[in-house]
């Protein structure tokens, strides 16, 4: 790559950030760089979708919106939480139910109500969803009838909305039964910039999830900062958007990511709804459903984690007519390996391809790339966006040279307040404003950032955080078993699988132990391969297993 295009990259990074820009950064607390023309409040950044009328929006299982419809059905659903249920400032509004248009609505009464919505992974157990429910002590649950039937030990104090038909307990409600006010009912919250505005639970290696609670500021810079990443694809690669603009396509997003996801909510959902892009919603990933949908409904952008991706482009139809309108491709949740990176470079050599790098805890944000950047540097996950201060080093003051690897520090503003009500847990991830990623890489002599490794007890599992300390503990739990260890398994289709060594008392079955981690674990949380050793497993001076030498010796990795 040549040094003048590296120039011309950053002239139009200087261009879109000067002070005369939507996109001007200034200065904000405590130095830290903001968009000083994002919105505030989270709900003001979602009313602009509002102006898209009667354009289409989503499309589910037969189910269209246009984003007219869409904000009625909200404005009405906003109405009785505040209305009927009083629900107002601060209070928790969870949401557990598979991606779909009233999820989206619901989290979106959510916001203009002036709740916090509190996404709730769809994939998880009852004990799995209690946890979360009773942890944020949310007032309100919307759910679907597959979750509410997990949810019969719920409190009586919390009122659950089914968004199907299904039998209710006494005090719920239905879907229908939230659809009886006028939209003219509704009244748009005012919070305050630095008012909670959402909580995202995430896996941690303390075991348990924790909630990620974001301010209105900061989830707004998080939605700000996509919209420039998007214009600096467009201002530095304008040759691989003109094919969708003379389309004359709607940009039309497969939604295949979790909403309760920060990639599925943040830059898929919000972001499609205050651009005027449409979604199309798959039920759950299938590359086979996938690419009919691609077809059918005339995709043009499809981002995924790498399993995603690898089956799509690996597919026999991936490069028949059946993806011609496919002009986006978009990769996150976990590192790809340079063969696909490679394969979606020769399959797509002209599409507007991308990557990124963030956490739940940034609002998703740290670094990205699209386009010619993303070709020139594909193993790369691009520049620290302009709102993003990046440290390499053993703590933010000591940075380490250039090109030199270790632990990833970040300071942004679009950073969580905190864990919710877990000062402990959060102070051993900030210092004075920096957030420790628990994450490897290095900077090279471009600006470049390279993610390496991973410090944090984290298996990700086609995207899904899996904590090995919780996988340990559940099954210690087990009378029968004296001690093990929880680590990642390279995997060819997930990336990375759950491995277990596990020392027993006596003789037990792996088929008992699974059967037994079933009833308490989600089924993506189980062990693919299971050890069984015959001694006690080593540990270090302090006693702490050491997982690493467990690893190699059972795996061989």
């Known amino acids: 790559m040549s040094s003048e295009q590296i120039s011309a990259w950053r002239k139009a990074w200087a261009q879109l950030t000067h002070e005369a820009s939507p996109f001007a950064i200034v200065k904000g607390e405590k130095g830290i760089p903001e968009f000083s023309k994002a919105p505030l409040r989270l709900v003001d950044a979602l009313q602009a979708g509002r102006e898209y009328g009667e354009k289409p929006f989503v499309r589910w299982q037969g189910q269209s919106y246009t984003y007219h419809e ?33 999820w989206m609505i619901s989290c979106m009464a959510a916001v203009q109500a002036g ?12 004990e799995e969803l209690l946890y979360a429910i009773k942890d944020c002590a949310a007032r309100v649950v919307f759910c679907d009838p597959q979750r509410y039937a997990l949810l019969q030990d719920l409190s009586d104090d919390i009122t659950v909305i089914v968004v199907d038909d299904a039998p209710l307990r006494a005090g719920d409600r239905s879907w229908q039964s939230m659809l009886s006010h006028a939209p003219e009912e509704a009244v748009l919250a005012t919070p305050a910039p630095h008012d909670p505005a959402l909580i995202l639970y995430t896996s941690g290696t303390t075991g348990q999830a924790k909630g990620v609670l974001s301010s209105n500021k900061a989830v707004c810079q998080a939605l700000y ?37 920060v990639s599925g909510l943040l830059a898929q959902f919000m972001s499609a709804l205050r651009s005027g892009r449409r979604l199309v919603i798959i039920y759950k990933w299938d590359v086979d459903d996938a690419i009919n949908t691609i077809r059918d409904e005339k995709i043009t952008q499809f981002a995924g984690v790498p399993t995603m991706m690898q089956q799509l482009i690996h597919n026999e139809r991936f490069a028949s007519s059946d993806t011609d309108t496919l002009f986006a491709l978009g990769l996150g949740g976990s590192a790809a390996s340079r063969a696909l990176l490679d394969k979606l470079l020769e399959s797509k050599p002209m599409a507007l391809s991308g990557n990124g790098y ?29 709102l993003v201060q990046v440290v390499i080093g053993e703590s933010p003051d000591q940075s380490a040279p250039t090109g030199t690897p270790g632990p990833i520090w970040l300071r942004t503003s679009a950073l969580m307040d905190g864990y919710w009500n877990k000062p402990e847990e959060t102070a051993k991830v900030m210092q004075d404003g920096w957030f420790f990623t628990g994450d490897v890489g290095y900077l090279d002599a471009n600006g470049m950032l390279y993610i390496t490794d991973r410090i944090k007890d984290i298996i990700i599992r086609g995207g899904e955080n899996i904590s090995a300390v919780e996988v340990e503990h559940c099954i210690c739990e087990h009378p029968d078993v004296e001690e093990a260890a929880v680590f990642m398994l390279p995997d060819a289709d997930f990336g990375e699988t759950v491995g277990m060594v596990v020392h027993t008392r006596v003789p037990v079955s792996q088929d008992d132990l699974l059967a037994f ?13 299971m050890w069984f050793a015959d001694k ?18 059972f795996s061989g990795l």
Request: proline letters at 8%; charged letters at 20%.
């Open 536 to 553: 006690a497993l080593p540990r270090s001076a302090t006693g702490k297993i050491l997982k690493a030498q467990v690893k190699k010796e």
């Open 358 to 386: 963030g956490m739940t805890e940034s609002n998703g944000i740290c670094s990205a790339q699209g386009g010619n950047q993303f070709v020139a540097f594909p193993e790369s996950v691009g520049w620290p966006l302009p």
């Open 70 to 102: 869409f904000y009625l059905k909200t404005d009405k659903i906003t109405a009785a939480l505040q209305k009927d249920l009083s629900i107002g400032k601060g209070d928790r509004v969870a949401i557990a139910m598979r991606n779909r248009p009233a």
């Open 225 to 261: 900062a996509l919209d420039f990443q998007g214009a600096l694809a467009y201002m530095t690669s304008a040759e691989r958007v003109l094919p969708l603009l003379e389309s004359g396509l709607q940009p039309t997003m497969l939604l295949a990511y979790p909403m309760f996801h």
């Open 517 to 529: 981690m079933a009833q308490r674990l989600a089924a993506y949380k189980l062990p693919e391969r």
């Open 115 to 126: 709740a916090i919505p509190v996404p709730i992974n769809s994939w998880s157990t009852s």
